[in-house]
């Protein structure tokens, strides 16, 4: 099973909206609605910012959110901060033999 | 809020067995399905598997023939047993609770770096 393929890094300047996009294939995006995407800040716990493509947990910033078309998930931040500067990768599940598989990560450089 | 935290040998000899726990710091480990996954240096997240209830276990296709994991749940930890390591195996260690019911995977630890080196 192959990763889930994503830019290796983004940027943007304070304010602006960044959009980071997670292509897999048939086997995971495009078969089940249930990519996540989590925000990683190096030497910490990955946090859960999306799941079910599009859901929020509750007390993440409206400022994050998830779509999907297709084999192609998306994950766009707006109002773009100083905090918001980490690296980011998605998830989707695959089926019952590999369960999971994950993007290539994606580092967010703010401006 | 949910904690869990990895521990274990960070160096490992090729060869031998890698064993990795992971502590959970709330709830009910029995509620929860327990997960491992790995970051190789430069490499992206692989999913090694997971284990719940009495120790019911799923693993990847292409770790299968070398892992074991395990729960103790009157300790509230679950651990991972690679065997025959080789460099390869090289990577940060990642333990991390999955949704019963959901497919989702929602707390992570922050990761523990095991080198496996001579």
């Known amino acids: 099973q192959s990763a889930l393929t994503q830019p290796a890094s983004v940027s943007g300047s304070p304010g602006q909206s960044i959009t980071i996009s997670c292509s897999g294939t048939s086997s995971d995006v495009a078969s089940y609605n249930v990519v996540s995407w989590y925000q990683h800040h190096p030497g910490k716990a990955p946090k859960l910012i999306i799941y079910e493509g599009s859901k929020r947990p509750s007390g993440v910033s409206n400022r994050f959110s998830g779509s999907k078309s297709d084999n192609t998930a998306s994950l766009t931040i707006s109002g773009l901060q100083a905090e918001d500067e980490a690296d980011y990768f998605c998830c989707s599940y695959a089926g019952s033999s590999t369960f999971y598989v994950f993007g290539t990560a994606t580092k967010v450089t703010v401006l | 809020q949910v904690q869990l935290q990895e521990s274990g040998p960070g160096l490992v000899k090729p060869s031998e067995t890698l064993s990795l726990t992971c502590t959970v710091s709330d709830g009910s480990i029995s509620s929860y399905y327990w997960n491992w996954i790995r970051q190789p240096a430069g490499k992206g997240l692989e999913w090694i598997g997971r284990?719940?209830?009495?120790?019911?276990?799923n693993y990847n296709p292409s770790l299968k023939s070398r892992v074991t994991m395990s729960l103790d749940t009157s300790n509230k930890q679950f651990s991972l047993k690679l065997r025959s390591v080789t460099a390869a195996d090289t990577a940060i260690y990642f333990c991390?609770?999955?949704?019963?019911?959901?497919?989702?995977?929602?707390?992570w630890g922050q990761g523990t770096l095991v080198t496996v080196s001579s």
């Open positions: 284990v719940y209830n009495s120790g019911s276990t």
């Open positions: 991390a609770r999955e949704q019963k019911y959901q497919v989702l995977i929602d707390y």
